[in-house]
């Protein structure tokens, strides 16, 4: 029987990275998504290389809905900046593998539930 680590190191580095992702409540693999930014994004401050981070740091990805009927596309990602400062980020996508970041500013306590 052939074992997951036996397949190659780059195989097994992408298998324990898909499984940390889902481990920490994130819905979406992003090792193939591109991320596109809105002027938006930047607006509170953080940089491109900051929203990136937290998106590697995701400890929440989900639907965003605001109250407002499901058919909404809006998703809301919490991660942590470069200094580990908590960021709200909202994004939605553009295609099966491209996402628009349109806001991000440090996390508000009101999303801290979703994270504990």
């Given at each position: 029987m052939k074992r997951l680590w036996d397949t190659g190191e780059a195989e097994f580095l992408i298998f324990q990275h898909a499984l940390a992702l889902l481990s920490s409540s994130c819905y979406i693999l992003f090792m193939d998504i591109v991320i596109e930014f809105n002027e938006a994004a930047f607006r509170?401050?953080?940089?491109?290389?900051?929203?990136?981070?937290?998106?590697?740091?995701?400890?929440?990805?989900?639907?965003?809905?605001?109250?407002?009927?499901?058919?909404?596309?809006?998703?809301?990602?919490?991660?942590?900046?470069?200094?580990?400062?908590?960021?709200?980020?909202?994004?939605?996508?553009?295609?099966?593998?491209?996402i628009n970041v349109f806001h991000v500013m440090k996390c508000r306590s009101i999303y801290f539930h979703l994270i504990k």
């Open positions: 509170h401050g953080f940089t491109e290389a900051d929203i990136r981070w937290a998106f590697d740091t995701a400890k929440y990805d989900g639907w965003f809905n605001e109250g407002k009927p499901p058919h909404n596309d809006k998703y809301l990602l919490i991660g942590f900046d470069r200094k580990g400062n908590p960021l709200e980020i909202l994004y939605n996508f553009i295609d099966d593998k491209t």
